[in-house]
């Protein structure tokens, strides 16, 4: 199984520019997560899909971020306009269901300039 | 809500003992444990169901004491390779099913 992938695996952009990340579960995993860490403020959920439907999107930090799950293997992190302060590595996982283990995606390391 | 880990940073030589500790401050449903190597995504440890039970992996065992709203991690006779960060996840009473919370991490390094 090649684990849960992501893209691009680093990403530098201008600030005001839309950023997409992208994600593709391990197949069979019907729960996936986005997680945004900062040595500022750790490791933080954004997102949980369930079924490919949002269930909690309490952490989105505000409305230029956005996700969608069109199907159960792929996912988008969207950020529009970015800032500096998403600076971050963004990472995928998957888990069978929502409670169990989760598989991490190698992350995306973002800079915005 | 994020769950307090102590202590932030330890360092060991090989061959010794370490306990990391995990609290919350709401009722735990669940705890999880993960190791993060530099430059690496979280990778699974373990985790924890119910009051009281142990687990293991490798050398490293875990508790979780519902009552009290805590668990511990326990390092055994560490090696080299387990020098990482170390996060603990919690999934709370009342919260939705996914929403597994980190605490900030605790820092090991084991020196040889």
């Known amino acids: 199984d090649a684990g849960v992938i992501q893209s691009p695996r680093h990403e530098v952009t201008e600030m005001g520019q839309e950023v997409t990340l992208r994600c593709k579960p391990i197949s069979g995993h019907n729960s996936l997560f986005w997680y945004r860490q900062t040595m500022m403020r750790g490791l933080e959920l954004l997102i949980y899909?369930?079924?490919?439907?949002?269930?909690?999107d309490s952490g989105m930090p505000e409305d230029r971020f956005s996700a969608k799950m069109p199907n159960a293997s792929f996912s988008t992190l969207k950020i529009q306009p970015s800032e500096p302060r998403d600076s971050a590595v963004y990472f995928c996982?998957?888990?069978?269901?929502?409670?169990?283990?989760?598989?991490f995606g190698p992350g995306t390391r973002l800079t915005v300039t | 809500q994020q769950p307090v880990q102590s202590p932030q940073a330890v360092i060991l030589r090989e061959g010794e003992d370490a306990v990391i500790n995990c609290s919350s401050s709401?009722?735990?449903?669940?705890v999880h444990w993960y190791r993060q190597k530099h430059g690496e995504a979280p990778v699974f440890l373990m985790i924890?169901?119910?009051?009281?039970e142990q687990k293991g992996h490798e050398k490293i065992s875990a508790s979780f004491n519902e009552k009290k709203q805590q668990s511990s991690l326990y390092l055994t006779a560490s090696q080299l390779s387990y020098s990482g960060t170390y996060f603990c996840g919690s999934l709370v009473y009342g919260g939705s099913q996914g929403n597994l919370i980190f605490g900030k991490g605790t820092k090991l390094s084991v020196k040889p």
């Open positions: 996982a998957s888990s069978e269901t929502g409670m169990g283990r989760q598989y």
């Open positions: 709401k009722a735990l449903y669940s």
């Open positions: 899909f369930n079924n490919n439907v949002p269930i909690d």
């Open positions: 924890l169901l119910k009051g009281g």
